[in-house]
């Protein structure tokens, strides 16, 4: 974004596809509800891996599954993302399609996280995210490291 947009906290239009969309700031709001996001995805993905464990216990211990068998894979469910987790997720092409989606949302309410990841080809990644407010290698092809810029 260019100096005024971001010391305004306006919009900016950006291109896609030939259309032109105009890009909401990264706010404090749009990374905590992408945390949420990711947050929630990890938790379904622990209890996944939970499931898994107690399944395969069930093999293991055909007459009834130990309790520390259940403790241990209990354990798994209370592990959270750190930052650098979440950050990482953003550093994917699924986060800065997530986080696309909230910034265009702002000012276009109808489009569909799914419209809003089609519209940037993978070679674009590092480029939008730096168009995004979001710092990174732009030149080398792969996604950068986001860190938010001030």
Same mark, same amino acid.
């Given at each position: ?24 700031? =990264? ?49 798994? =469910? ?13 550093? $994917?092409?699924? $986060? ?5 989606? =909230? ?13 809003? $990841? ?22 080398? $092809? ?9």
């Amino acid at each position: 974004m260019d100096s005024l947009s971001q010391a305004t906290g306006t919009a900016q239009d950006i291109v896609l596809k030939g259309k032109t969309y105009k890009v909401g700031e =990264l706010t404090i709001g749009a990374l905590a509800k992408f945390e949420n996001h990711v947050r929630a995805q990890k938790k379904e993905e622990r209890k996944s891996i939970f499931a898994d464990i107690i399944e395969s216990a069930k093999e293991t211990y055909p007459d009834g599954v130990p309790i520390e068998v259940f403790k241990e894979a209990s354990a798994t =469910l209370s592990v959270k993302p750190s930052s650098d987790d979440i950050m990482a997720e953003a550093n $994917g092409s699924e $986060g800065a399609s997530y986080l696309l989606w =909230l910034m265009l949302s702002v000012y276009q309410p109808s489009i569909t996280l799914e419209e809003a $990841g089609n519209l940037v080809s993978v070679d674009k990644i590092g480029e939008i995210l730096a168009v995004m407010g979001l710092e990174g290698d732009t030149d080398s $092809g792969n996604p950068p490291t986001p860190t938010a810029s001030s």
